[in-house]
């Protein structure tokens, strides 16, 4: 999908036989759709800097932010991409055929790695296509070790991470994940009804208790549901989301730190800004500084 829109706008490096790679920057706007993504191709997006909002069909948003990687593999259900607040990062674009031997030998390189492509696909398409990973270990890793790298070197980088990311998704998944709950329309519904409280009410206490009586489900269900809708735990969305407002609200509005943090959920400024920096690699008073204007 990027990858069409930035044919003609980045400066693109072929890494590897069906893998090519490009540092880009976009400003705020609203991406023409319909874009394509052609059958047996895929893009990863490492994210340096500013958000990527993606709505589906049902009305669901994803949203990829600073130091996080979008994957996509399918964007058929989606009716609109918006980037929000500049968007910065490598885009890497694969085609599956044209890369098999490429990927094979770095498999063969790294000891003879097995990448299960079957396992990838069926953890995509329970994603609708479009998944985001981190913050995580392997993602806070990922960026850390990117950020040493001279500009020359880091859509290189990208590639090779893009790699060991499907390595990690060929891992078979776990037995409970057979009996994951069916998103059936009203799942679907009630999920997405739920989601739309708790961005309503990033301010307040939400446990899993509470919101999935909310939902009239299971503490279990509703959690692995929301996992397999959003592609992330209940705890991990409700935290990406918090930092995203918060950083809204140091770039918009005259509120202080403390402010800010009590607006997101947070009774201690210290608390706010040691997660906020987790997300977003500074401190809230930094992030403010860097987005005022020239």
């Known amino acids: 999908m990027l990858a069409e829109f930035l044919s003609e706008q980045g400066e693109w490096a072929q890494v590897m036989p069906g893998a090519r790679a490009c540092l ?13 993504l052609e059958p047996l191709h895929f893009e990863v997006l490492f994210c340096l800097a500013g958000m990527l909002t993606l709505t589906r069909r049902d009305g669901s948003a994803l949203r990829l932010g600073t130091r996080q990687v979008l994957l996509l593999t399918d964007i058929s259900d989606l009716t609109d991409a918006r980037v929000e607040t500049g968007l910065k990062g490598v885009l890497v674009a694969v085609d599956a055929r044209g890369a098999r ?6 498999c063969d390189l790294l000891g003879g790695l097995t990448l299960n492509t079957d396992q990838v696909r ?27 790298l001279p500009q020359s070197e880091r859509v290189r980088w990208c590639v090779w991470k893009s790699v060991e990311l499907l390595y990690l998704l060929s891992a078979p998944e776990e037995p409970a994940a057979e009996m994951a709950p069916v998103l059936d329309q009203e799942m679907i519904r009630t ?3 739920t989601r739309r409280y708790m961005e309503e009410h990033l301010d307040e206490p939400l446990s899993i208790s509470a919101l999935s009586r909310r939902a009239c489900l299971s503490a279990t269900t509703f959690k692995e549901g929301f996992r397999r809708l959003y592609g992330l735990p209940v705890h991990t969305w409700l935290q990406q989301r918090r930092m995203e407002r918060a950083a809204e609200l140091l770039r918009d509005s005259s509120l202080s730190v403390l402010g800010v943090a ?12 040691a997660a906020f920096r987790r997300q977003y690699g500074m401190s809230p008073t930094v992030y403010r500084k860097m987005s005022e204007p020239a």
Not at 122 to 148: I, K
Not at 262 to 273: L, P, R
Request: with cysteine; glycine share 6%.
């Open 101 to 106: 031997e490429s990927l094979k030998a770095i």
């Open 191 to 193: 999920l997405a009804e």
């Open 122 to 148: 069926r953890w995509m398409v329970s994603r609708g296509g479009c998944a985001v990973e981190g913050p995580s270990h392997w993602s806070q890793a990922a960026f850390a070790d990117l950020d040493r």
């Open 262 to 273: 009590q607006s997101v959920g947070y009774s201690s400024a210290s608390q706010f800004s």
């Open 24 to 36: 880009f920057s976009l400003c705020e706007r609203a991406l023409p759709l319909p874009l394509r």
